[in-house]
Structure formats: C-alpha cells, structure tokens
C-alpha cells in the first residue's frame, strides 16, 4: 500500500478534523474518496464531450410528433 504526505496550513487541518469528525469520517478515508470522486467526475466530463462532440458530428433527431408516429400513437 503507498503513502502520500500533504502539507497544509493548521487552518486547513483543523478544517479537516473538524469536517471528519462531523461526518464520522477518517481523514483518510475523507481524503480517498474526496480524490477518487474528484477523478470520476472528470472522466465523467470527459466521457460526456465525447458524446457531445459524437452527437453534434452525427446526430438524427425526431420530433416528438414523428417518434409518436413512428412507434403507432398517431
């Protein structure tokens, strides 16, 4: 298993403390997850314009009119 070290200003660890302490959280643990979901949201984002840019590039739309007519509904 690795470490990391992380230097922050006694402001910001008694900010840290207080945040685990009231979510019942160990600062590892807030610090693992807080990174990993840092991490998925931006491949989430990237995921996300490469869909956009998918769409925009070879996009069919239907109205809702034609997608009623299409499947019966008309």
Do not use: C, P
């Not at 990237?46 to 739309?61: C, G, I, L, P």
């Amino acid at each position: 298993m690795s470490g990391f070290f992380i230097n922050v200003s006694k402001e910001e660890a008694q900010l840290i403390r207080s945040y685990s302490i009231r979510h019942d959280i160990s600062i590892e643990d807030l610090f693992k997850e807080s990174v990993l979901e840092k991490i998925e949201d931006e491949l989430d984002f990237q995921m996300y314009n490469k869909a956009m840019e998918e769409y925009r590039n070879h996009s069919v739309s239907y109205t809702f009119d034609e997608v009623k007519k299409e499947l019966g509904f008309d």
